[in-house]
């Protein structure tokens, strides 16, 4: 290997290194962002919270759907 091979060699691995230590940094800053807002300190305490919050959205929506249909049989008894 030439001289000039080795030095970009050389100049590669470094490209590499910087790119993980901001690589890193991004992760630690969107952990502490996911600790910070939803109280979670891992992807899997993460996801947990994501299924149950799904759960609870659906019930939410099936529970707006009842109530948007109880409220039109309403309309249409008084509008009768």
């Not at 001289?3 to 590499?16: I, M, P, R, T």
């Amino acid at each position: 290997m030439t001289e000039q091979e080795l030095l970009k060699l050389k100049k590669k691995v470094e490209d590499a290194q910087t790119q993980v230590s901001e690589l890193k940094g991004q992760l630690q800053a969107q952990m502490k962002q996911l600790k910070d807002d939803w109280g979670c300190k891992t992807i899997e305490e993460a996801e947990k919270k994501l299924k149950t919050m799904d759960k609870d959205l659906s019930t939410l929506e099936e529970q707006i759907t009842i109530g948007i249909e109880e409220l039109e049989e309403k309309l249409n008894t008084v509008e009768e």
